[in-house]
């Protein structure tokens, strides 16, 4: 994605969660090699759509898989992971 490539995934988990189906690429059932063919054919047909879900893709993976806001992501975690910890010291301590 961040390559600006399309994607052809199949629909299982951890490989459906990068695809918006026909903005960035298509997602086939795990076990159909006709539409992978389907979908593949599609791309050796149309540069254009490459180049179009190529872009999407990019576009799509600095919005959400950007490093620093990943890392702001985590560290707001933390920092709620650590207030419920001092919540919960403070509630068997009864302060």
Do not use: Y
């Not at 629909?11 to 795990?30: A, H, K, P, Y």
């Not at 006709?34 to 791309?43: H, P, R, S, V, W």
């Amino acid at each position: 994605m961040a390559m600006d490539r399309p994607i052809i995934t199949t629909d299982w988990v951890g490989c459906r969660e990068t695809i918006q189906e026909g903005v960035n690429g298509f997602l086939v059932s795990v076990l159909d090699p006709a539409a992978i063919a389907q979908a593949m054919e599609l791309f050796v047909e149309s540069l254009e759509l490459i180049v179009k879900m190529g872009h999407e893709g990019h576009c799509i993976a600095e919005e959400r898989f950007d490093l620093n806001k990943i890392n702001l992501q985590i560290m707001e975690i933390m920092e709620i992971m650590e207030i419920m910890e001092i919540m919960e010291i403070m509630e068997i301590i009864k302060i």
